[in-house]
């Protein structure tokens, strides 16, 4: 039968505090006669997840067609199967492949839906991507974040609230701002040095302040993932299923490793709730099997939890959360408290810090790419607005959806960071490169409506005197050729132009017949921004 026992309190061990909680047990907290201590149930929180680099050995696609498609498909009929089961997710760049691709079927939407209804699937984080914290820029953060959340709102009608970045090699105090300004109220890590003395002095858990200008309104609840350099992992890891599913003959011992390592953990934690992140990169390929033998061990655990003390559920990541708050009745003040401080170098290691700046041609056009779309953006909302480019139907900014996708995806943490194969790498800058052309392509077309060169009525296309090709650049023979430079900024600029070309007897001039400053140099390298080969710069 369950019993609610309201309060339980651990003598003899750090901290002495009492905890306010409910547990299900036939017997409450029993107490050891030598010595006299009272014997508190642990609550661990089984929550399955998998991890899927948005790029990494394998190009987006790659992953998705490999692995993320069977993970999906296999999760939901996993899930409708057995309603006491629970998954999180976090990639939307691959979430959203899965949901718009053709062979997803209507039925597997609707159970997804349901799924989310009831609580059984649950996103988590839901930006684009789980994105790098050190070579990101914090508008790419915010831009991947709106597309993931803005599909999700649109499609589910629900809003993640928990943070989840726990493959980024370091922590960033940015990113918990950025999550408790964009309504989140915890923010999981987990690559971060020196675990070992979180865990001795129960500091994985602590109160996040990542700004001190902005202060309480940055403070968010954080936690580090103990265990293992991959905690994300550490469970996973230590129960081969695949190899060795559950049966009637090994479910005692895999209950008593699952146990052992409980016990071993709950001295880290401040209340008797432990996360048992149960998965790990691209797990769950084939979920039933998978779920078969986590229910087998699940009921043993719950057959034996009046003697173990350890309570244990399929749980969602809000439910965890939920738990430890009730725990301290929602008083973090017996939590460290962390203002301004991140968690790098990871590792102590020039290995982590020398992607801070390796790879300098890709972080260069992920550079550009952010300021492209920005501009174009910026451009096509000013036309639209001003009813000069209305786009009435839509349909031109459709071109700006390639440079927003591409963007996003290279937030990933093996994306701008450049720890990507080569293969990958080229996927990204490709993608970018042409998006960006998609999205000036656009640009000019608005430029062109501002200019008078020609009426574009209810749709927005490059006019035929100005484009972004440099065609004309680079066969340049004779005459005069139009360069409209934009500035999106609300202030002066003043820089350099790069402009690729064949011949270098040419002069320039402003829009008042003015000579303008210029030189022409011999050039060896493919402009990057045009991707094309010219004699000269």
């Known amino acids: 039968p369950a019993a609610t026992t309201p309060v339980f309190t651990y003598l003899g061990e750090k901290p002495q505090c009492t905890y306010s909680f409910q547990v299900r047990s036939s017997v409450a907290c029993p107490v050891q006669q030598a010595p006299q201590r009272q014997v508190c149930p642990i609550n661990v929180w089984l929550v399955p997840h998998t991890h899927d680099d948005v790029g990494w050995l394998q190009t987006i696609d790659g992953y998705y067609q490999s692995a993320v498609k069977h993970i999906l498909d296999t999760v939901v009929a996993a899930l409708v199967a057995n309603p006491s089961r629970k998954f999180m997710y976090v990639e939307q ?3 959203w492949r899965w949901w718009t691709d053709p062979n997803t079927s209507d039925t597997q939407r609707s159970q997804l839906k349901t799924l989310v209804q009831n609580g059984q699937f649950e996103f988590v984080l839901g930006g684009w991507t789980m994105p790098d914290e050190a070579c990101t820029t914090f508008g790419a953060e915010v831009d991947q974040l709106t597309l993931g959340h803005q599909f999700i709102y649109n499609t589910f009608n629900f809003r993640p609230t928990k943070g989840w970045q726990i493959d980024p090699f370091g922590a960033s105090s940015v990113t918990p701002t950025l999550s408790k300004l964009a309504g989140f109220d915890v923010q999981l890590i987990d690559r971060t040095t020196n ?5 001795a002095n129960q500091r994985l858990q602590f109160v996040w302040q990542g700004s001190p200008s902005l202060g309480k ?30 049966n009637s003959g090994n479910v005692a011992q895999y209950a008593t490793t699952f146990v052992n390592m ?18 790990c990169d691209f797990a769950f390929q084939n979920a039933t099997p998978m779920f078969n033998s986590m229910d087998k ?7 034996t939890q009046d003697t173990t003390h350890v309570f244990v559920k399929y749980a969602t990541l809000s439910e965890y959360w939920q738990a430890v708050f009730q725990a301290v009745n929602n008083n973090f003040g017996d939590f460290p408290v962390n203002i ?13 810090s020398g992607y801070f700046t390796s790879r300098v041609q890709l972080k260069g056009i992920v550079r550009r790419g952010e300021a492209t779309a920005r501009a174009m953006e910026t451009l096509y909302s000013i036309g639209r607005a001003s009813g000069v480019a209305p786009d009435t139907s839509g349909t031109a900014a459709n071109q700006l959806t390639p440079l927003r996708l591409a963007n996003a995806d290279a937030t990933h943490h093996d994306g701008v960071t450049g720890t990507s194969v080569p293969e990958v790498v080229s996927m990204y800058e490709n993608d970018i490169l042409n998006g960006a052309q998609a999205a ?18 209810g749709e927005v296309a490059a006019g035929p005197a100005l484009t972004t090709s440099v065609d004309a650049l680079l066969n340049f023979k004779n005459g005069t050729i139009p360069l409209v430079l934009y500035n999106s900024l609300g202030w002066t600029r003043h820089d350099i132009i790069n402009l690729p070309i064949n011949r270098n007897d040419v002069r320039v001039y402003d829009a008042a017949n003015r000579p303008v400053v210029f030189q022409v140099n011999q050039n060896f390298d493919v402009d990057e921004l045009f991707n094309v080969t010219s004699t000269y710069r």
């Open 440 to 457: 000036g392509t656009l640009g000019a077309g608005v430029l062109s409506a501002f200019l008078g060169q020609k009426t574009l009525g």
């Open 93 to 95: 760049a691959f979430f």
């Open 195 to 199: 675990k070992g003395e979180m865990e």
């Open 340 to 352: 301004g401080g991140d968690f790098f170098d990871y590792d102590d290691s020039l290995w982590w």
């Open 217 to 246: 309104k940055s403070e968010i609840f954080g936690e580090v993932m103990g265990g293992g350099a991959n905690g994300y992992c550490d469970w996973f890891f230590s129960f081969d299923f695949e190899k060795d599913p559950v």
């Open 262 to 279: 409980v016990n071993a953990r709950k001295g880290w934690y401040k209340t008797p709730n432990i996360l048992a992140q149960w998965g």
């Open 297 to 303: 061990l699940v009921a043993q655990l719950q057959a």
